[in-house]
């Protein structure tokens, strides 16, 4: 006599595929996870370094205002200086590092009772090479 349904190797491989499926998933979302929180530290870093060299420009802009004379450097960083006869000061620029990519460049008017600031921005301080070289495929030799 034959049996009608579905028998028990049926229902086994069901369940296999339903574990693996559950398991594939599992391991994509553990994945997903493990970059989101990489990403999340990255931009936290970046954050921090962002508003640790903002201070640090802000208290070399006070050191350059509150000492009376433009020092060579200030904690470290490097200061430049030239006389603007056009404005009547001294342009005194500076920058700060936030990573190994990043920094915020200062650019200050500097007179003797006031200051003006002409840019405090961010930019990337990364060394860039232009490479003109294009490889293109001219055919087959001959």
């Not at 559950?22 to 979302?29: K, P």
């Not at 508003?51 to 490097?78: K, Y």
């Not at 200061?79 to 200062?106: E, G, R």
């Amino acid at each position: 006599m034959t049996r009608g349904g579905i028998g028990v190797g049926s229902s086994s491989i069901v369940l296999v595929f339903a574990v693996l499926c559950l398991s594939v998933f599992s391991l994509i979302t553990f994945v997903v996870a493990s970059n989101d929180k990489t990403l999340v530290a990255n931009e936290a870093r970046l954050v921090v370094g962002y508003f640790e060299a903002d201070a640090l420009a802000e208290r070399i802009v006070a050191e350059i205002l509150g000492s009376g004379t433009i020092p060579d450097s200030v904690q470290g960083i490097e200061i430049h200086t030239q006389w603007d006869s056009h404005m009547d000061a001294y342009i005194v620029f500076f920058s700060s590092p936030i990573s190994y990519m990043l920094a915020i460049f200062v650019r200050l008017a500097v007179r003797e009772d006031s200051y003006d600031i002409l840019s405090w921005r961010l930019y990337n301080s990364s060394l860039w090479e232009y490479d003109a070289r294009l490889n293109v495929w001219q055919g087959p030799p001959g």
